[in-house]
């Protein structure tokens, strides 16, 4: 499982996901709204994930 955490609200879920376009179509998020970032790096959707990798989710978007 992937552990996926949202930085602005320190709420954490986990999925299963092989990369992080996955993790966003499972969460029902726009990936446009989120900057991903894993081991202190900003990458991108095509990124490959493995089990018991974490991800953080930074909001780079508002909904105003």
């Known amino acids: 499982m992937i552990k996926v955490v949202f930085l602005r609200d320190k709420k954490g879920v ?36 493995s089990e018991e990798d974490t991800i953080e989710l930074f909001t780079v978007a508002s909904g105003g």
């Open 14 to 49: 986990e999925v299963e996901a092989k990369n992080v376009s996955e993790v966003f179509s499972k969460l029902d998020i726009l990936r446009e709204q989120y900057v991903v970032i894993k081991k202190g790096r900003i990458i991108c959707e095509d990124e490959p994930l």
